[in-house]
């Protein structure tokens, strides 16, 4: 789990509080590695720079050359040492940082970072949030594996860790966690059309379709699929959110329509995003190539790896460089917001844990975050991130959060 920051940033300072952020993660990597005695001599020379930089950075890397205080503060146990190590210096120095940062409040203007320190991360284990009431918030849990399938034929599966779909000898199949078919591939063995796999609020799935695409399905969406592809080309239909790892073949191109474009590849890794409430088709290109085209014009926008399109409501296309890591950290299951506002990290948090969000403080839409948590963490997890800052609180009632 990475820290939160929280800042309040003109355009033109954006770049000033990512430095800071990476700033703080590079220096506790070397400690770590310093602990581990695992440090390149080029390496030495820039932790040591950092150290003698100030008495407050020679303290705390004498505090955290020896692994016993991590253990002390249950940071690090033997199977994954080297993150927890990393978490607790993280959180140490941007505490320092913190305090040099108010100091430079005229210098760095918008540009505060307020980073969680080692107090705040021991936070989470002390009684004092034990206390702390969120109403109905304990009743929010983490979103798993889900999703309603319709066949062709008019029947209907609800899929799940117990129940999968799977694909044997090029054809579906539906079985239960003992192997034992509830769909079997022959009952429709000479049948075609087209399949709907919808995945809901607080759900995720990841299908393989007959051709040896792989596809994971994000929260609230659906992929319209054939039962079998033809013999020219391979079509689907996408909303929402979903990551394409499409298998290649020669001469049979893998076509994605959207409400606002459509999306070509022959053998690629790319993500996906057009829900309809945000009026616009995202595609961020992993590996490969896509061509990617708006309903109104025939003319292809051909994207390489690292870059993402975005053809918006009005048909217009625009080519920036992606934040690849971000764009692609829900198939990985991590929440990764870079600079994102507080509006679009809830808007996130809505689907995957199928909640209802009122803004009482309308400015605080427009807070900016940055910032890394598991998206198995329950959505107390996901608040208390958040509220450490102390420039936003929650108040839960069912499944209705209200933000101040």
């Known amino acids: 789990m990475r820290l939160f920051s929280v800042t309040h940033v003109s355009l033109s300072k954006k770049n000033c509080e990512i430095m800071e952020y990476n700033d703080i993660y590079r220096i506790a990597t070397l ?3 310093s602990i581990k005695k695992d440090l390149s001599e080029e390496e030495y020379r820039e932790l040591d720079n950092w150290r003698n930089g100030s008495e407050r950075n020679r303290q705390l890397y004498q505090k955290y050359q020896h692994a016993e205080f991590f253990r002390e503060r249950s940071l690090l146990d033997e199977s994954d040492s080297s993150e927890r190590i990393r978490k607790g210096v993280r959180m140490a120095i941007a505490k320092k940082k913190r305090r040099a940062l108010w ?26 949030y034990k206390g702390q009431s969120h109403g109905d918030i304990a009743f929010i849990k983490a979103g798993d594996s889900k999703a309603i399938l319709s066949l062709f034929d008019g029947s ?9 779909l799977a694909l044997v000898d090029g054809d579906y199949a539906i079985k239960d966690k003992n192997g034992t078919y509830i769909f079997d591939k022959k009952e429709t063995k000479n049948k075609k059309g087209e399949n709907k796999l919808f995945v809901p609020r607080n759900g995720k799935y990841e299908i393989t379709l007959c051709d040896g695409t792989k596809v994971w399905v994000n929260s609230d969406s659906e992929l319209y699929y054939p039962s079998a592809f033809a013999s020219d080309q391979r079509i689907v239909k996408a909303r929402g959110e979903m990551y ?12 994605i329509e959207t409400d606002y474009g459509r999306v070509e590849v022959k053998g690629t890794s790319f993500n996906l995003r057009s829900y309809r409430e945000e009026k616009k088709l995202v595609t961020t290109l992993v590996q490969g190539k896509v061509l990617v085209s708006s309903h109104e014009t025939e003319d292809m926008i051909e994207l390489h790896p690292g870059e993402t399109a975005v053809v918006t409501d009005n048909q217009e296309i625009d080519v920036v460089t992606a934040n690849v890591q971000e764009a692609i950290s829900w198939k990985d299951d991590m929440f990764v917001f870079r600079s994102s506002t507080l509006e679009q990290i809830m808007e996130e948090a809505a689907r995957w844990y199928d909640i209802r969000i009122v803004w009482v403080s309308e400015e605080r839409r427009h807070t900016l975050f940055s910032g890394e948590l598991p998206r198995s963490k329950d959505f107390i997890d996901f608040v208390r991130m958040i509220e450490l800052t102390e420039k936003v609180s929650f108040s839960v009632k069912g499944r209705t959060v209200y933000i101040d």
């Open 31 to 33: 400690i770590v590695k």
């Open 103 to 128: 100091i430079k409040t005229v210098s760095y203007a918008a540009c505060l970072v307020l980073c969680l320190s080692v107090g705040a991360f021991l936070f989470f284990q002390s009684d004092y």
């Open 156 to 164: 209907e599966y609800c899929l799940d860790s117990q129940i999968s």
């Open 244 to 255: 394409f790892e499409v298998s290649h073949h020669h001469n049979w191109p893998f076509i």
